[in-house]
């Protein structure tokens, strides 16, 4: 895929959330969710904030179909999932949702997030924001090994930042600084 | 010739604390001039050069100067210490492998000083053969560099990019209504004279190794960066003076006077108007403390600093976030500080962050960029998006500074943590909006959690707020003095690695600038 053809994820965005609206789109990615499939319960890394405000995976099992890009919304519905009663809470705060997720072949996984919070304006700081990135981010990175970097949209559009922090105007890459330890791979 | 040396040598050497050394040996020196004799040395595994006889053999003229000698060659003046590993020439810093030392009266200097004077002063090589003992002055071989240039049109400002197929040095001088940048090499150009539709710039015309940038008016200003892999002098051009007059008379309107150091620092306080930032349990919104430590830091600056100080935001409005940095670079800012309050989904978080940009892809970036220019050169109207190719200049900008950056994001965190006490949890990079495409050092300060109630509360007090406004102007005295030392002394590129050479005649935004160091005279500290 060149550069000059999709250029940065700004370009991607635009071109995906337009398609976005319409349905799937068919060449380049697979819309999600897919077709019922077979579910295996298997061992994944979810990253949530810590008490030293880094992002530490934690496992747990979650039902995922075959396939790569089918596997992002589960995936991530397992991450947003509201913490457990009287556990910690974890870096996804109520009102944001998944929209949609995609794959595309080059290795850029679309996450499209909407919601009450977001569409009202995200009232946070830097913290907040960075985790709930970057747990996105590593959760999808470290599960999918196909996945390279994850480009973030809001509902359907391409969007500067979430809170006014961190851009969203390209593809987020994994980010050491923000994660505590980074246990082996779990297949 | 060979004199009484060997005891001498020994004498002299275990005076200077240098080991290994041996007696002289001879060496002949081919140059146009004809062949000569020269005394050699090695000390330290270093060759050595007589300097009296290299100079003679030039044709050139010595003298003691101080602690060191001064020495005119090829009609140019240079010198070198026995105390200083950097020689002189002209402007230029010739760095040595070893301390030049004197023996019985004579001096003998790292032969790569020579090398690096007949380069800067003649445009010739000095080279060095072990086996024959022959150093041969030759014309420097003049590799042809092919070069490109793009120009993109961003709001104010034009940025010329002329991207070369190696490295060189340049220089860049102005001209009545024309920037000249002239480079060491020659320059195969993809065209002898074009003419532009733009703000800024209105022709460009290439002659052998220089082009020359006419442009549209004399109240055109520019500045000016490198960039490497490839290599690139990006040129920024614009319209007149910053939009408010400087304090300090001749600083800002004159882009040839732009001393480099920390003389202007755009403070920019999160958030604002609409945008409210974080909401602390009792209520207290970012986007006001954030103003409040603004100005407190605006009036500690300038008045501790002497530095003049510019507020993205001087009141409850809501900025672009791309807006603020450009107002720093519009104001030619020498330092970048955006101003937060942090916000975390749990509860007990506390203490402060400090952010510069991270730039993971550069690598990447760096060849979209020259993939890009190359299709615009091809293509006089690209019909890729100019957004995106905005974004990753700007984002290059940035990058130009990321050490810069990290310096001052550390210097920072270490201070604020030893006000507040805190844990030092060590800055982090993220790509903050706010930080793209400042062209000089930025970071970004998370001064405590307004999630927290008892930090909310203390960021509420006059009075912690002045302990994070000590802390944070000490820490950009910190970062000031030892930044301003570094670019003021110590740029140093090697003999032989040609870095660019100095001459800003638009400074360059980046530190590129080969200033002399207070010894460079030779007479030395
Ligand atoms: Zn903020």
């Given at each position: 895929?060149?550069l000059?053809?999709?250029?940065l994820?700004?370009?991607?965005?635009l071109?995906?959330?337009g398609?976005?609206?319409?349905?799937?789109v068919q060449?380049?990615?697979?819309?999600?969710?897919?077709?019922p499939?077979?579910?295996?319960n298997?061992p994944?890394m979810?990253?949530y904030?810590?008490?030293g405000?880094l992002?530490?995976?934690?496992?747990e099992?979650?039902a995922?179909?075959?396939?790569?890009a089918?596997?992002?919304r589960?995936l991530l519905?397992?991450?947003?999932?509201?913490?457990?009663a009287?556990s910690d809470?974890r870096?996804?705060?109520e009102?944001?949702?998944?929209?949609?997720?995609?794959l595309?072949?080059d290795?850029?996984a679309?996450?499209?997030?909407?919601g009450?919070?977001?569409?009202?304006?995200?009232?946070?700081?830097?913290?907040?924001?960075?985790?709930?990135?970057?747990?996105?981010?590593?959760?999808?990175?470290?599960n999918?090994?196909?996945?390279r970097?994850v480009?973030?949209?809001v509902?359907g559009?391409?969007a500067e930042?979430l809170?006014?922090?961190?851009?969203?105007?390209?593809p987020l890459?994994p980010?050491?600084?923000?994660?505590?330890?980074?246990?082996?791979?779990?297949? | 010739?060979?004199?009484a040396?060997?005891?001498?040598?020994?004498a002299?050497?275990?005076?200077?604390?240098l080991?290994?050394?041996?007696?002289?040996e001879?060496?002949?020196?081919?140059?146009?001039?004809?062949?000569?004799s020269?005394?050699?040395?090695?000390?330290?595994?270093?060759?050595?050069?007589?300097?009296d006889?290299?100079?003679?053999?030039?044709?050139?003229t010595?003298e003691?100067?101080?602690?060191?000698?001064?020495v005119?060659?090829?009609?140019?003046?240079?010198?070198f210490?026995?105390?200083?590993?950097?020689g002189?020439?002209?402007?230029?810093?010739?760095?040595?492998?070893?301390l030049?030392?004197?023996?019985?009266?004579r001096?003998?200097v790292?032969?790569q000083?020579?090398?690096?004077?007949?380069?800067?002063a003649?445009d010739?090589d000095?080279?060095?053969?072990p086996?024959?003992r022959?150093?041969?002055v030759?014309?420097r071989?003049?590799q042809?560099l092919?070069a490109?240039?793009?120009?993109?049109?961003l709001?104010d400002?034009?940025?010329?990019?002329?991207?070369?197929?190696?490295k060189t040095?340049?220089?860049?001088?102005?001209?009545?209504q024309?920037y000249?940048v002239?480079?060491?090499?020659?320059?195969?150009?993809p065209?002898?004279?074009q003419?532009?539709?733009?703000?800024h710039?209105a022709?460009?015309?290439?002659?052998?190794s220089?082009?020359?940038f006419?442009?549209?008016?004399a109240?055109?200003v520019?500045?000016?960066y490198?960039?490497?892999?490839p290599?690139r002098v990006?040129l920024?051009l614009?319209?007149?003076?910053?939009a408010v007059?400087p304090?300090?008379?001749?600083?800002?309107?004159?882009?040839q006077?732009?001393v480099?150091?920390?003389?202007?620092?755009?403070?920019?306080?999160g958030?604002?108007?609409s945008?409210?930032?974080?909401?602390?349990?009792?209520?207290?919104e970012e986007?006001?403390i954030s103003l409040?430590?603004?100005?407190?830091?605006?009036?500690?600056l300038?008045?501790k600093?002497?530095?003049?100080?510019?507020?993205?935001?001087n009141s409850?409005?809501a900025?672009?976030l791309t807006?603020?940095?450009?107002?720093?670079?519009?104001y030619?800012?020498?330092l970048?500080?955006?101003?937060?309050?942090?916000?975390s989904?749990?509860?007990g978080?506390?203490?402060?962050?400090?952010?510069?940009?991270s730039l993971d892809?550069?690598?990447?970036?760096?060849?979209q960029?020259?993939?890009?220019?190359?299709e615009?050169?091809?293509?006089?109207?690209p019909?890729?998006?100019?957004?995106?190719?905005?974004?990753?200049?700007?984002?290059?900008a940035?990058q130009?500074?990321?050490?810069?950056?990290?310096?001052?994001?550390?210097t920072?965190?270490?201070?604020l943590?030893k006000?507040?006490n805190?844990?030092?949890?060590?800055?982090?990079q993220a790509?903050?909006r706010?930080?793209?495409?400042?062209?000089?050092?930025a970071?970004?300060v998370?001064?405590?959690?307004?999630s927290?109630?008892?930090?909310?509360?203390k960021?509420?007090?006059?009075?912690?707020?002045?302990?994070?406004v000590a802390?944070?102007?000490?820490?950009?005295?910190?970062?000031?003095?030892q930044?301003e030392?570094r670019?003021?002394?110590?740029?140093?590129?090697?003999?032989?690695?040609p870095?660019?050479?100095?001459t800003?005649?638009?400074?360059?935004?980046?530190p590129?600038t080969?200033?002399p160091p207070?010894?460079?005279?030779?007479?030395?500290?």
């Amino acid at each position: 895929m060149t550069l000059r053809g999709v250029a940065l994820g700004a370009l991607f965005a635009l071109l995906l959330a337009g398609c976005g609206r319409k349905g799937p789109v068919q060449a380049t990615s697979s819309p999600t969710p897919p077709p019922p499939t077979a579910l295996t319960n298997k061992p994944v890394m979810l990253f949530y904030e810590d008490d030293g405000l880094l992002l530490a995976p934690r496992i747990e099992n979650v039902a995922l179909p075959a396939g790569d890009a089918a596997s992002l919304r589960p995936l991530l519905t397992a991450l947003f999932a509201p913490a457990p009663a009287g556990s910690d809470p974890r870096s996804v705060p109520e009102g944001i949702e998944i929209r949609a997720t995609y794959l595309l072949p080059d290795g850029t996984a679309i996450v499209d997030l909407s919601g009450p919070l977001l569409t009202a304006g995200w009232k946070t700081g830097s913290q907040a924001e960075t985790m709930l990135v970057y747990s996105i981010v590593h959760t999808l990175t470290s599960n999918v090994p196909a996945i390279r970097q994850v480009q973030i949209l809001v509902n359907g559009q391409p969007a500067e930042t979430l809170a006014g922090h961190v851009s969203l105007e390209r593809p987020l890459t994994p980010n050491a600084r923000f994660v505590r330890a980074q246990p082996k791979q779990v297949q | 010739m060979k004199r009484a040396m060997a005891a001498v040598v020994v004498a002299a050497t275990a005076v200077a604390g240098l080991l290994f050394a041996q007696a002289p040996e001879r060496a002949l020196l081919k140059s146009p001039q004809g062949e000569a004799s020269v005394s050699t040395l090695e000390l330290n595994s270093q060759l050595y050069l007589a300097a009296d006889d290299f100079v003679k053999a030039m044709g050139g003229t010595m003298e003691p100067d101080g602690a060191g000698f001064k020495v005119t060659l090829l009609g140019k003046p240079g010198a070198f210490a026995v105390d200083n590993q950097y020689g002189v020439v002209r402007d230029e810093l010739i760095a040595m492998p070893g301390l030049p030392v004197v023996i019985e009266g004579r001096a003998f200097v790292p032969w790569q000083f020579f090398r690096g004077f007949l380069a800067t002063a003649g445009d010739l090589d000095l080279q060095w053969d072990p086996q024959t003992r022959v150093f041969t002055v030759s014309p420097r071989v003049r590799q042809l560099l092919t070069a490109s240039i793009s120009v993109i049109d961003l709001d104010d400002i034009t940025k010329v990019v002329v991207q070369l197929s190696g490295k060189t040095q340049f220089t860049i001088s102005r001209r009545q209504q024309s920037y000249v940048v002239k480079f060491g090499n020659p320059i195969g150009s993809p065209f002898t004279e074009q003419s532009y539709q733009n703000p800024h710039l209105a022709r460009a015309i290439f002659r052998a190794s220089e082009v020359e940038f006419q442009l549209t008016g004399a109240d055109v200003v520019g500045s000016a960066y490198r960039l490497d892999d490839p290599f690139r002098v990006v040129l920024d051009l614009r319209t007149g003076a910053p939009a408010v007059a400087p304090s300090t008379p001749g600083a800002i309107n004159l882009p040839q006077q732009r001393v480099p150091g920390i003389r202007t620092i755009v403070i920019d306080p999160g958030h604002g108007g609409s945008d409210t930032g974080a909401i602390g349990p009792n209520g207290t919104e970012e986007k006001a403390i954030s103003l409040a430590l603004a100005r407190k830091l605006s009036a500690s600056l300038s008045k501790k600093l002497k530095a003049r100080v510019v507020l993205t935001r001087n009141s409850d409005e809501a900025i672009p976030l791309t807006q603020r940095t450009a107002i720093a670079n519009e104001y030619q800012a020498d330092l970048f500080l955006s101003i937060h309050l942090n916000s975390s989904l749990r509860k007990g978080a506390q203490g402060t962050e400090t952010y510069f940009l991270s730039l993971d892809a550069s690598d990447e970036l760096s060849r979209q960029v020259a993939e890009r220019e190359n299709e615009a050169d091809t293509a006089p109207s690209p019909a890729a998006p100019e957004g995106d190719l905005k974004f990753i200049l700007w984002d290059l900008a940035q990058q130009e500074y990321l050490k810069e950056s990290s310096d001052l994001a550390e210097t920072i965190q270490d201070e604020l943590s030893k006000a507040t006490n805190t844990e030092n949890r060590g800055v982090k990079q993220a790509p903050f909006r706010v930080l793209i495409g400042a062209t000089m050092p930025a970071a970004l300060v998370e001064v405590g959690f307004i999630s927290n109630p008892d930090e909310e509360s203390k960021l509420t007090s006059s009075e912690h707020q002045d302990k994070l406004v000590a802390a944070i102007v000490g820490a950009v005295e910190r970062f000031k003095n030892q930044y301003e030392s570094r670019i003021g002394v110590t740029p140093a590129p090697s003999v032989g690695a040609p870095a660019p050479a100095a001459t800003p005649a638009p400074t360059p935004a980046a530190p590129v600038t080969t200033a002399p160091p207070t010894a460079s005279t030779g007479t030395s500290r």
